[in-house]
């Protein structure tokens, strides 16, 4: 296929993977270009995020990296999703700018716009266009959240062109070897009126993400809260409990992020009953009913 900027394939370019082979693990070099250096520097994550693996999805994702290939995390709120693109950022060595999108976000929010200051009027990327242009992993998160006319901006740099156009400035971004998108939904709240097109779905590779084994989840738990890892394995009851109960009262089970809110209650204090409600039956229901049903489970393990 001929390098023309408008038939570009996903294969890095070799001075891209010269630079990677000579890269320390999760060490962030910072760009020769002080312009650039200075854009990336509040998106780099200096300090490993804790993640643990639960299957083979960082080593799926190193593969996929390494050919630029867009990604999707798809799995339930709460889950690790965010985390584990964090942990892949640090793990990189790429800065990580993430957009958390929302019906109300449009394309100029995407791309960027022309403001004016004091000197007249300036052009500002917007974190896409950033992200292209100076080398840096751009995470849509929740992206079924935006409109399908804005996320269609996308499509240029998740296909064999990898180029962004900037229509209003008259500017084409060819999209820097480091870039790459990523982004993630919950296919659980998918409807008629919030899921991706194909034309967009086919674009990328995809990971499913699911709450950890009982183990695992334990022990993420007792690390993020600061609780015992029976503590923590009793939360974990509590929320395989209550996930059983998706569609069945409740429209999503308990997430990990909750049992981390309820452990570090628990960690600070709090009485593990009263934690529980607070953090974990409260927020998720307002049925009478089915908070019997929850309380009585959390007083089954406390």
């Known amino acids: 296929m001929p390098n023309r900027p408008t038939m570009r394939t996903y294969a890095p370019r070799r001075d891209t993977v010269a630079r990677s082979a000579a890269r320390q693990p999760a060490a962030y070099r910072p760009a020769a270009d002080h312009a650039t250096a200075e854009v990336l520097a509040p998106y780099v994550i200096r300090e490993e995020p804790y993640y643990l693996a639960v299957a083979d999805e960082v ?147 995809a990971l499913d993400f699911n709450y950890p084994e009982h183990e695992v989840e334990a022990e993420i738990v007792a690390h993020e809260s600061g609780v015992g890892i029976d503590i923590a394995k009793n939360l974990v009851h509590i929320a395989e409990r209550a996930r059983n109960l998706k569609g069945h009262g409740l429209d999503e089970g308990l997430s990990t992020r909750m049992l981390i809110y309820a452990g570090s209650l628990i960690a600070n204090g709090v009485p593990a009953l009263a934690a529980c409600r607070v953090a974990l039956v409260r927020p998720i229901t307002d049925d009478p009913d089915m908070r019997d049903a929850l309380d009585s489970a959390v007083t089954t393990y406390f």
């Open 59 to 205: 080593d799926l994702y190193e593969a996929a990296y390494s050919v630029r290939m867009p990604m999707m995390l798809k799995g339930p709120t709460g889950c690790g999703k965010t985390r584990f693109v964090e942990y892949m950022a640090w793990k990189l060595g790429k800065p990580l700018i993430t957009v958390s999108c929302n019906e109300d976000m449009t394309a100029s929010d995407l791309v960027g716009r022309f403001l004016l200051d004091a000197d007249g009027t300036r052009w500002q990327d917007g974190p896409l266009a950033a992200a292209a242009r100076h080398g840096a992993i751009c995470y849509l998160d929740e992206v079924v959240e935006a409109r399908q006319d804005t996320t269609v901006v996308i499509h240029p740099l998740t296909d064999a062109r990898r180029v962004l156009p900037l229509e209003k400035k008259g500017e084409l971004i060819e999209a820097h070897p480091d870039f790459q998108v990523v982004i993630s939904y919950n296919p659980g709240y998918q409807s008629l009126m919030k899921d991706l097109k194909q034309s967009t779905k086919q674009r990328f590779g």
